[in-house]
């Protein structure tokens, strides 16, 4: 599932967030990922290849 993501994308992780919610939107693409819970507004950061391990499916951008 490489590269099917970008910037403010929003994904589904295969792990829920604290919050309750496993979808989340890309504010970073680089090295690192940058992703911001959609619910609660947290913001972290993680390598790319473990971004890629926890990523379940790319849910398109947010517009559509």
């Known amino acids: 599932m490489k590269n099917n993501y970008k910037l ?3 994904v589904q992780m295969k ?3 604290a919050c309750g919610t ?3 939107q890309i ?3 680089g090295v690192d990922i940058k992703i ?3 619910q609660c507004g ?3 950061m993680m390598e ?3 971004f890629e391990k926890k990523l379940k ?3 398109g951008g947010e517009n559509e």
Request: glycine share 0%.
């Open 8 to 10: 403010n994308d929003l």
């Open 42 to 44: 947290r913001e972290i």
């Open 48 to 50: 790319r290849i473990e």
């Open 27 to 29: 504010t970073r693409v």
């Open 22 to 24: 496993n979808k989340w």
């Open 36 to 38: 911001k819970c959609v």
């Open 15 to 17: 792990k829920n967030h």
């Open 57 to 59: 499916k790319v849910l």
